[in-house]
């Protein structure tokens, strides 16, 4: 029997876990451009066998569109819909959803050659059914969010819901990013810094609550709620800000405390990597941990300048049209997504065994 080459059965499943992380990433891009569009709602029902195909002739065009007259959506927001503007939108949610079914395809396509070729060991298989039901729970989710938009006199999903979902995915895409780091990573190429770990885990932390907030803050619409810069409408802490009861209801519900917290949170994410990053400059590194530190400087820069920017572009929102602070919009989020994995990346890399000093 031919004896398998632990490194090349390695690198066959980085490879397909790196195919993954692209998909998941394209996935979380197509979720923005759908929030962003308004066609969140378009699809009324889960289908996942035959909701693979979009209408294919007039009948069915029709029968769908049909189906979204009866949301509150369509009754109290776009009333004055054509079947043409419905075809538009319904493409980005239809697109959306196809290409998560695509996504579970390649997974389980991809797990069966390995299987097949023997490249999978043992201890990899339980990692693995974890992310196959994350990718699962991703699905439900998603629906959960969807239906939350469809009774009773909702325009939209439920903020916290559409923050649940995109801060799940988030998680699913650093599932699959670390589990691939550790079949591509040589233990030479890591440091020893617990030091630089730890501050890591606190920011990796704060960043999360920071996406979290940034989901909340497009299912509320809350960039228009202060379109200023550095102010939030002439005032650093503004008012109204704890004015619902109960008082924590404002942390999730407020608008205002909502813009407050997200913009407040990416300055001492701002300086917390600025931190991380000149403390581990100073270490004796290895040469892959010294290109990885200048990334998230960078990111984390370019990321900033595009929230002010996005803050700025939204008091031109026109409903139901792609204009400046669409772009600044979705690019906020694909450099957030790319930051989030350089961090993740630097605490794998200082993560590891042998101690450099």
């Not at 209408?55 to 776009?78: C, I, S, V």
């Not at 079914?101 to 389980?108: C, D, N, Y």
């Amino acid at each position: 029997m031919q004896q398998i080459s632990p490194a090349k059965g390695n690198k066959a499943v980085a490879i397909w876990l790196l195919t993954g992380v692209f998909m998941i990433m394209v996935q979380i891009i197509l979720g923005g451009i759908t929030r962003l569009t308004g066609s969140g709602l378009s699809i009324t029902e889960w289908q996942v066998v035959t909701g693979s195909l979009p209408p294919l002739n007039e009948q069915q065009w029709l029968q769908e569109f049909d189906k979204y007259r009866q949301t509150p959506q369509f009754r109290l927001l776009n009333t004055g819909f054509s079947l043409s503007d419905f075809k538009q939108i319904f493409f980005w949610e239809w697109f959306h959803r196809f290409w998560a079914r695509l996504l579970g395809v390649v997974f389980v396509i991809g797990f069966i050659y390995l299987v097949t070729k023997r490249y999978l060991r043992k201890e990899m298989v339980n990692p693995l059914l974890i992310l196959f039901l994350l990718g699962a729970l991703q699905g439900a989710v998603g629906w959960i969010m969807v239906a939350s938009g469809l009774t009773g006199d909702a325009v939209y999903v439920k903020p916290t819901r559409l923050a649940m979902h995109f801060v799940l995915a988030l998680g699913l895409l650093c599932y699959t990013f670390w589990f691939a780091l550790m079949l591509l990573v040589k233990p030479e190429d890591r440091t020893s810094a617990p030091p630089i770990k730890k501050l890591l885990v606190i920011l990796l932390v704060i960043l999360g609550v920071q996406l979290m907030y940034g989901a909340l803050m497009a299912g509320h619409k809350a960039a228009t709620v202060a379109p200023t810069w550095p102010s939030i409408n002439g005032s650093f802490y503004p008012q109204h800000i704890w004015k619902d009861e109960p008082l924590l209801l404002n942390l999730i519900d407020n608008p205002v405390t909502i813009h407050f917290f997200h913009r407040n949170l990416a300055y001492l994410i701002l300086i917390l990597i600025i931190l991380a990053c000149s403390k581990a400059s100073r270490l004796q590194l290895t040469a892959l941990s010294r290109k990885a530190i200048r990334w998230p400087l960078v990111l984390v820069v370019v990321q900033v300048m595009l929230g002010i920017l996005s803050l700025l572009s939204s008091p031109g929102i026109v409903p139901n049209r792609w204009g400046n602070f669409e772009w600044m919009a979705q690019l906020h989020q694909v450099v957030a997504m790319l930051l989030l994995l350089s961090l993740v990346s630097l605490l794998y890399l200082f993560n590891g065994q042998r101690q450099r000093v």
